[in-house]
């Protein structure tokens, strides 16, 4: 592959990693096209604006995001797969995390959000193993989910610096099996009665 050809995907990735990083007030034009030692204007001629760039690098991270689920039916295998991609890519978790946080004025544009997909296959996988969920239920039971492990995954650095590797190593051990535990409890136990 040429330098030239390849030039995109560097892009790309380069853009991720900020984005991730610094979310999308934090991150120029000048500093993802600096990075890779190319010029601003190489980095407009690829992508013409920062929201263009921006977009594409939700677009790829949709992509690997609902390959990560897999093909299971099985809404606590579908947050294992997850979970395991988040921790094997930080970057990914964080530019999600950030998403939630800081965009919500992308959903005031009436523009396809890149999230919809993922978070309506999971609402689907929540709603087939608890029937008795309604939509709403099973949306905010899978946002709970999805907020402990991303959560998880990008304070990692902070809780190591707070408690130190040896205590993380413990917390990466643990805690897994905790969301596991919930994800259980939550998706796959039945609701009791309502008292009215």
Not at 89 to 108: G, Q, S, T, V
Not at 113 to 129: D, E, K, V
Not at 181 to 194: G, I, N, S, Y
Request: hydrophobic share 45%; aromatic share 8%.
């Amino acid at each position: 592959m040429t330098q030239n050809s390849d030039t995109p995907a560097r892009l790309i990735d380069a853009a991720t990693r900020q984005f991730a990083a610094r979310g999308y007030p934090g991150v120029s034009i000048a500093s993802v096209a600096q990075e890779l030692g190319l010029t601003k204007q190489a980095l407009l001629h690829h992508f013409g604006t920062k929201d263009r760039l921006y977009e594409t690098v939700l677009d790829r991270l949709g992509d690997r995001i609902m390959a990560a689920l897999g093909d299971t039916g099985d809404i606590v295998k579908a947050f294992d797969h997850f979970l395991d991609h988040a921790g094997a890519n930080p970057d990914d978790a964080a530019l999600i995390a950030r998403e939630l946080l800081d965009h919500d004025a992308r959903a005031e544009t009436g523009r396809q959000w890149f999230l919809i997909p993922f978070l309506n296959r999971l609402t689907a996988l929540a709603r087939s193993a608890r029937p008795d969920f309604t939509d709403a239920e099973a949306l905010a039971e899978v946002y709970a989910h999805l907020g402990a492990l991303l959560t998880y995954v990008v304070s990692g650095p902070t809780l190591r610096g707070v408690y130190g590797k040896k205590v993380l190593r413990g917390l990466d051990e643990a805690l897994p099996k905790v969301l596991r535990k919930q994800a259980k409890r939550r998706f796959l136990a039945k609701k009791t009665a309502r008292k009215v």
